[in-house]
């Protein structure tokens, strides 16, 4: 071994610095092992994990394997050790990476049937504040979606949200479309809308509500939709985000704001999954949900609904940043009671941060009245 022919002294200073490494590594698998089991006893239950909750889901993934690269480094009970940790935390987390290997062959959803609903569900970062409008409404029509469910039905100036009115162009570009408007929320469809309906905080909005009220409490919006013999409820969602890239997280103000936001994510979960419990009929729940497949907030619908991107072919599917390395899921489409033949995510073209999703979904026979 090259260690024998060294001389005592730079021999000494090798083990030790073998040594050293393999504590670095171990206490790497330690305090990751420790990250991964306190995200799962905390994301969804204590408002400070919202801060941790923000790591790309990636890393779930990512960390194990490259601590599993760093096990040539430890020896003996330490090797041991380090495999140990990092077995079990790939096991705890591997799932919550954002990976779908069942992409690589499922191959999407089963074939569509004629009369196949397109939906397509879009946060628009601002309408077309910064954008040419025709390219805008282009971009949409493009997709000659049956529904189209979209988020930030407003402008934002110097911080503030502020209303717009785009009712008559809506009209105009999609002629024949019935339309649903809650604060920042647009629902569009070619099926009648047979009733709509505020969920969880904006049940609390009278029928004199200012508009500032319906962005603050209107997260969910509901309309049930007539389509064949069947009545399909659509949920548009955007659940408010936990942090704003400009707060610094030095400050009390930081934590202050960052426990009401969880408050306010907590109360729009809670009666999204109030009112899905109570609603029998073939449901599509979608939207910006600024949460991953991580974060314990989402798993109540994991259990209840179905993710459509179990029709897609997207071994990562993530939605945001759109114009960057896109590493978070933040947007997401589920059903219930329907099947869903397809689902992707689409280039937004420079004018949203988020991704645009498209699905194909039918109702099967008998569906909910």
Not at 1 to 24: F, H, N, Q, Y
Not at 192 to 213: C, E, H, K, Q, Y
Not at 214 to 240: E, M, Q
């Amino acid at each position: 071994m090259l260690s024998d022919r060294l001389a005592p002294g730079t021999r000494i200073a090798v083990r030790r610095e073998g040594k050293r490494r393999g504590r670095l590594v171990a206490a790497a698998a330690a305090a990751w092992l420790l990250f991964v089991v306190l995200h799962l006893l905390l994301s969804g239950r204590f408002w400070l994990w919202l801060v941790p909750d923000l790591v790309p889901p990636l890393v779930y993934l990512a960390v194990p394997l490259l601590l599993v690269a760093a096990l040539p480094l430890t020896r003996g009970r330490a090797r041991l050790w380090c495999a140990a940790a990092t077995a079990v935390s790939l096991a705890l987390g591997a799932g919550r990476s954002g990976l779908d290997p069942a992409a690589l062959w499922a191959g999407g959803g089963p074939p569509a049937p004629p009369g196949a609903i397109r939906l397509v569900s879009w946060n628009t970062e601002y309408w077309d504040q910064d954008d040419d409008p025709g390219r805008f409404y282009g971009l949409m029509k493009e997709r000659h979606a049956d529904v189209y469910v979209l988020q930030e039905y407003l402008n934002w100036v110097d911080g503030t949200p502020r209303r717009i009115d785009e009712q008559a162009r809506l009209r105009r570009e999609f002629p024949g479309y019935h339309v649903a408007v809650l604060g920042e929320l647009v629902t569009l469809s070619r099926f009648p809308i047979v009733s709509t309906a505020p969920v969880g905080p904006a049940r609390s909005l009278g029928p004199g509500a200012t508009w500032d009220s319906a962005f603050a409490l209107g997260k969910v919006l509901r309309t049930d939709l007539r389509i064949g013999d069947a009545i399909v409820s659509v949920y548009n969602v955007h659940i408010p985000t936990q942090y704003m890239l400009d707060e610094n997280p030095l400050t009390p103000r930081f934590y202050t704001a960052l426990r009401g936001r969880a408050a306010a994510r907590e109360a729009q979960f809670r009666g999204l999954e109030e009112d899905l419990a109570g609603n029998d009929r073939p449901v599509v729940v979608a939207g910006d949900f600024n949460s991953t497949g991580a974060m314990g907030e989402m798993r109540p619908l994991f259990d209840r609904l179905s993710s459509a991107d179990r029709a897609g072919d997207s071994l990562m599917p993530a939605s945001w940043p759109a114009g960057g390395p896109v590493l978070w899921r933040l947007d997401w489409i589920f059903t219930a009671s329907l099947t869903v033949h397809g689902y992707r995510l689409l280039d937004p073209r420079g004018m949203s941060d988020h991704r645009m999703q498209e699905t194909l979904v039918s109702v099967p026979a008998g569906g909910a009245k």
